[in-house]
Protein backbone atom coordinates (compact mmCIF):
# COMPACT_ATOMS: atom_id res chain seq x y z
CA UNK A 1 0.00 0.00 0.00
CA UNK A 2 1.40 3.43 -0.85
CA UNK A 3 1.77 5.62 2.05
CA UNK A 4 2.85 9.10 2.26
CA UNK A 5 3.33 10.88 5.41
CA UNK A 6 3.91 14.58 5.94
CA UNK A 7 4.95 16.09 9.34
CA UNK A 8 6.93 19.06 10.60
CA UNK A 9 4.13 21.14 10.76
CA UNK A 10 3.06 23.51 13.61
CA UNK A 11 2.76 27.64 14.60
CA UNK A 12 5.82 29.98 13.44
CA UNK A 13 6.49 33.80 13.59
CA UNK A 14 6.18 35.39 10.88
CA UNK A 15 9.83 35.37 9.58
CA UNK A 16 10.41 32.33 11.05
CA UNK A 17 11.54 28.87 9.45
CA UNK A 18 10.23 25.49 9.54
CA UNK A 19 11.05 22.13 7.78
CA UNK A 20 8.53 20.07 6.38
CA UNK A 21 9.03 16.17 5.84
CA UNK A 22 7.31 13.48 3.88
CA UNK A 23 8.18 10.03 4.41
CA UNK A 24 7.11 7.47 1.33
CA UNK A 25 6.74 3.72 1.89
CA UNK A 26 4.61 0.90 -0.65
CA UNK A 27 6.58 2.16 -3.93
CA UNK A 28 9.68 2.62 -5.34
CA UNK A 29 10.12 6.45 -4.27
CA UNK A 30 13.37 6.57 -6.19
CA UNK A 31 11.72 6.54 -9.60
CA UNK A 32 9.01 8.89 -8.96
CA UNK A 33 9.15 12.95 -9.11
CA UNK A 34 7.29 14.56 -6.26
CA UNK A 35 5.02 17.75 -5.64
CA UNK A 36 4.59 19.81 -2.65
CA UNK A 37 0.99 21.28 -2.97
CA UNK A 38 -0.65 23.41 -0.45
CA UNK A 39 -4.18 24.64 0.60
CA UNK A 40 -5.04 27.89 2.72
CA UNK A 41 -7.89 27.23 5.42
CA UNK A 42 -10.89 27.13 3.76
CA UNK A 43 -9.22 28.49 0.29
CA UNK A 44 -8.13 26.00 -3.06
CA UNK A 45 -5.27 23.97 -3.96
CA UNK A 46 -2.35 25.98 -5.09
CA UNK A 47 0.77 24.00 -6.25
CA UNK A 48 4.23 24.76 -4.29
CA UNK A 49 7.03 22.99 -5.50
CA UNK A 50 8.52 20.21 -8.04
CA UNK A 51 11.17 17.50 -7.66
CA UNK A 52 12.32 14.96 -10.73
CA UNK A 53 13.48 11.83 -9.09
CA UNK A 54 17.14 12.47 -9.33
CA UNK A 55 16.55 16.06 -8.21
CA UNK A 56 18.09 17.36 -11.20
CA UNK A 57 14.83 19.23 -11.90
CA UNK A 58 13.25 21.37 -9.60
CA UNK A 59 10.58 23.84 -9.92
CA UNK A 60 8.90 26.45 -7.41
CA UNK A 61 6.02 28.32 -7.53
CA UNK A 62 6.61 32.48 -7.94
CA UNK A 63 4.48 32.91 -4.40
CA UNK A 64 7.69 30.91 -2.78
CA UNK A 65 10.83 31.00 -5.24
CA UNK A 66 13.89 32.37 -3.27
CA UNK A 67 11.99 31.14 0.17
CA UNK A 68 11.04 27.75 0.09
CA UNK A 69 13.91 24.82 -0.90
CA UNK A 70 12.42 21.26 -1.80
CA UNK A 71 14.93 18.32 -1.55
CA UNK A 72 14.69 14.45 -1.23
CA UNK A 73 16.94 11.52 0.00
CA UNK A 74 15.98 8.68 -1.79
CA UNK A 75 18.41 6.76 0.57
CA UNK A 76 15.70 7.42 3.33
CA UNK A 77 12.56 7.33 0.77
CA UNK A 78 11.92 11.13 2.17
CA UNK A 79 11.12 14.04 0.87
CA UNK A 80 11.44 17.59 2.75
CA UNK A 81 10.57 21.67 2.05
CA UNK A 82 12.55 23.85 3.88
CA UNK A 83 10.75 26.91 4.48
CA UNK A 84 12.24 30.52 4.98
CA UNK A 85 11.10 33.91 5.51
CA UNK A 86 7.56 32.63 6.84
CA UNK A 87 4.75 34.54 5.77
CA UNK A 88 0.81 34.92 7.51
CA UNK A 89 0.12 33.72 3.73
CA UNK A 90 2.12 30.90 4.43
CA UNK A 91 -0.47 29.59 6.11
CA UNK A 92 -2.24 26.47 5.19
CA UNK A 93 -2.20 22.89 4.78
CA UNK A 94 0.89 21.18 3.00
CA UNK A 95 0.44 17.92 1.16
CA UNK A 96 3.39 15.80 -0.56
CA UNK A 97 2.23 14.08 -3.90
CA UNK A 98 3.86 11.68 -5.97
CA UNK A 99 3.85 12.73 -9.71
CA UNK A 100 2.90 10.37 -12.58
CA UNK A 101 3.94 12.22 -15.71
CA UNK A 102 1.63 15.66 -15.41
CA UNK A 103 -0.82 14.58 -12.55
CA UNK A 104 -0.43 14.14 -8.41
CA UNK A 105 -0.85 10.37 -8.63
CA UNK A 106 -0.90 9.20 -4.50
CA UNK A 107 -1.43 12.12 -1.78
CA UNK A 108 -0.51 12.33 1.83
CA UNK A 109 -2.81 13.47 4.45
CA UNK A 110 -1.24 16.70 4.87
CA UNK A 111 0.46 18.49 7.95
CA UNK A 112 -0.54 22.12 8.83
CA UNK A 113 1.44 24.98 9.03
CA UNK A 114 0.50 28.34 10.65
CA UNK A 115 2.36 31.48 10.82
CA UNK A 116 1.23 33.83 13.29
CA UNK A 117 2.41 36.01 15.79
CA UNK B 1 1.78 30.97 -17.23
CA UNK B 2 -1.45 29.55 -17.75
CA UNK B 3 -4.88 30.05 -15.84
CA UNK B 4 -7.37 27.44 -15.55
CA UNK B 5 -11.15 28.72 -15.12
CA UNK B 6 -13.58 26.50 -13.69
CA UNK B 7 -17.31 26.52 -13.81
CA UNK B 8 -19.85 26.60 -12.26
CA UNK B 9 -18.27 27.52 -9.13
CA UNK B 10 -21.35 25.70 -7.21
CA UNK B 11 -23.45 22.86 -8.83
CA UNK B 12 -26.34 21.75 -6.67
CA UNK B 13 -27.71 18.81 -7.82
CA UNK B 14 -29.67 15.49 -6.73
CA UNK B 15 -28.61 12.13 -6.23
CA UNK B 16 -28.74 10.09 -9.39
CA UNK B 17 -28.39 13.58 -11.90
CA UNK B 18 -25.93 14.12 -14.10
CA UNK B 19 -23.35 16.33 -13.24
CA UNK B 20 -21.16 18.34 -16.33
CA UNK B 21 -18.39 20.36 -14.79
CA UNK B 22 -16.16 22.53 -17.18
CA UNK B 23 -12.34 23.53 -17.24
CA UNK B 24 -11.12 25.70 -19.44
CA UNK B 25 -7.43 26.84 -20.16
CA UNK B 26 -6.25 30.37 -21.14
CA UNK B 27 -4.07 28.30 -23.82
CA UNK B 28 -3.30 24.82 -25.06
CA UNK B 29 -2.38 22.09 -22.84
CA UNK B 30 -2.57 19.32 -25.07
CA UNK B 31 -4.33 16.78 -23.13
CA UNK B 32 -2.33 17.27 -19.85
CA UNK B 33 -5.39 17.78 -17.99
CA UNK B 34 -6.17 15.68 -14.58
CA UNK B 35 -9.43 16.04 -11.96
CA UNK B 36 -9.28 15.80 -8.59
CA UNK B 37 -11.86 14.77 -5.67
CA UNK B 38 -11.51 17.11 -2.54
CA UNK B 39 -13.84 15.73 0.39
CA UNK B 40 -13.83 17.96 3.63
CA UNK B 41 -10.65 17.19 5.75
CA UNK B 42 -9.50 14.80 3.50
CA UNK B 43 -6.53 15.01 0.96
CA UNK B 44 -7.49 15.52 -2.74
CA UNK B 45 -8.13 12.26 -4.60
CA UNK B 46 -7.01 11.70 -8.33
CA UNK B 47 -10.21 10.97 -10.46
CA UNK B 48 -9.07 11.45 -14.19
CA UNK B 49 -5.34 12.07 -15.96
CA UNK B 50 -4.67 13.38 -19.09
CA UNK B 51 -7.70 14.36 -20.03
CA UNK B 52 -9.66 10.88 -20.54
CA UNK B 53 -8.02 8.17 -18.15
CA UNK B 54 -9.60 7.21 -15.13
CA UNK B 55 -7.41 6.51 -12.27
CA UNK B 56 -7.42 3.27 -10.71
CA UNK B 57 -10.06 1.87 -8.71
CA UNK B 58 -12.04 5.41 -9.64
CA UNK B 59 -15.67 3.93 -10.47
CA UNK B 60 -17.14 4.29 -14.82
CA UNK B 61 -19.46 6.85 -13.68
CA UNK B 62 -16.68 10.00 -13.66
CA UNK B 63 -15.75 10.00 -17.09
CA UNK B 64 -13.47 13.11 -18.34
CA UNK B 65 -12.78 14.68 -22.33
CA UNK B 66 -11.38 17.53 -24.14
CA UNK B 67 -8.20 18.84 -25.30
CA UNK B 68 -6.85 21.97 -26.19
CA UNK B 69 -8.23 24.16 -23.85
CA UNK B 70 -11.67 23.18 -23.15
CA UNK B 71 -11.97 19.53 -20.44
CA UNK B 72 -15.16 18.43 -18.95
CA UNK B 73 -15.65 16.82 -15.98
CA UNK B 74 -19.03 14.01 -16.26
CA UNK B 75 -20.68 12.25 -13.08
CA UNK B 76 -23.27 10.14 -14.91
CA UNK B 77 -25.12 9.37 -11.72
CA UNK B 78 -24.67 11.49 -8.46
CA UNK B 79 -23.58 9.10 -5.62
CA UNK B 80 -24.46 10.46 -1.98
CA UNK B 81 -20.47 10.26 -1.88
CA UNK B 82 -19.96 12.41 -4.84
CA UNK B 83 -20.97 15.52 -3.46
CA UNK B 84 -17.69 17.30 -2.67
CA UNK B 85 -15.08 19.77 -4.74
CA UNK B 86 -13.81 19.06 -7.59
CA UNK B 87 -10.44 20.71 -9.27
CA UNK B 88 -9.09 20.88 -12.23
CA UNK B 89 -5.33 20.77 -13.06
CA UNK B 90 -2.44 21.12 -15.82
CA UNK B 91 1.45 20.94 -15.90
CA UNK B 92 3.30 23.20 -17.80
CA UNK B 93 6.92 22.43 -19.19
CA UNK B 94 9.19 24.51 -16.78
CA UNK B 95 6.36 26.29 -15.23
CA UNK B 96 5.32 23.53 -12.46
CA UNK B 97 1.40 23.07 -12.15
CA UNK B 98 -1.72 25.13 -11.98
CA UNK B 99 -4.51 24.11 -10.56
CA UNK B 100 -8.39 25.62 -11.32
CA UNK B 101 -9.98 27.45 -8.04
CA UNK B 102 -12.75 24.21 -8.02
CA UNK B 103 -16.36 23.59 -8.38
CA UNK B 104 -18.37 22.47 -5.17
CA UNK B 105 -21.24 20.00 -6.22
CA UNK B 106 -23.27 20.14 -3.15
CA UNK B 107 -26.99 18.24 -2.62
CA UNK B 108 -29.85 20.51 -3.60
Known amino acids: EVQLVESGGGLVQPGGSLRLSCAAS????????MNWVRQAPGKGLEWVSYISSSSSTIYYADSVKGRFTISRDNAKNSLYLQMNSLRDEDTAVYYC??????????WGQGTLVTVSS | EIVLTQSPATLSLSPGERATLSCRAS??????LAWYQQKPGQAPRLLIYDASNRATGIPARFSGSGSGTDFTLTISSLEPEDFAVYYC??????????FGPGTKVDIK
Open chain 1, 26 to 33: GFTFSSYS
Open chain 2, 89 to 98: QQRSNWLGFT
Open chain 1, 97 to 106: ASVGGSYSQY
Open chain 2, 27 to 32: QSVSSY
